[in-house]
């Protein structure tokens, strides 16, 4: 069984990464959870969130929730890290969420987790199925946030937002 470390080797090699990791000189300013970060790389971040948070939905459906992390980091001039990482932003990194375990053991070899890295790809590629969407959530729960934004898309289980 391959793991998350294998994903990682073949996703630096499918993708070019987006930003500079940190030096020698500068790792000591780092908080504990951006030197976890950078221990993996930024797309394996970014392709373990998808599949936290769209495992269930179709393709289409995961390349928007990718749309979104690449959105919002284009917003904030932020790397992945600093998108998906960030506190209750993506819920499956929030503490004591038992899918986050569960990541770590992801198989590259897995049909849902290939489509996660296709998505990502897409993606990066400039797919717009998400309309800009910065946002989004399950259609089961009501964030205090969605009454104030626009919602320009819906796809499977996900709406999906835009600030007003």
């Known amino acids: 069984?391959?793991?998350?470390?294998?994903?990682?080797?073949?996703?630096?090699?499918?993708?070019?990464?987006?930003?500079?990791?940190?030096?020698?000189?500068?790792?000591?300013?780092?908080?504990?959870?951006?030197?976890?970060?950078?221990?993996?790389?930024?797309?394996?971040?970014?392709?373990?969130?998808?599949?936290?948070?769209?495992?269930?939905?179709?393709?289409?459906?995961?390349?928007?929730?990718?749309?979104?992390?690449?959105?919002?980091?284009?917003?904030?001039?932020?790397?992945?890290p600093d998108i998906v990482l960030a506190a209750k932003q993506f819920s499956e990194w929030n503490e004591n969420d038992l899918r986050s375990k569960r990541s770590l053991t992801l198989d590259d070899d897995d049909a849902v987790v290939q489509d996660c890295i296709k998505a990502w790809n897409r993606a990066i590629q400039g797919s717009k199925l998400a309309k800009g969407a910065t946002h989004y959530h399950a259609d089961y729960v009501q964030p205090y946030w969605a009454s104030s934004m626009k919602l320009v898309a819906r796809r499977g289980k996900h709406l999906f937002y835009v600030e007003s």
């Open 1 to 80: 069984m391959r793991t998350w470390l294998k994903l990682m080797s073949a996703l630096m090699v499918a993708v070019v990464v987006s930003h500079a990791v940190p030096t020698t000189a500068n790792l000591h300013t780092l908080t504990p959870e951006e030197i976890m970060a950078r221990l993996v790389a930024d797309q394996v971040l970014a392709v373990i969130t998808v599949w936290q948070e769209a495992e269930g939905e179709d393709f289409d459906g995961k390349t928007m929730v990718a749309e979104v992390i690449l959105n919002r980091m284009k917003r904030k001039a932020a790397p992945v």
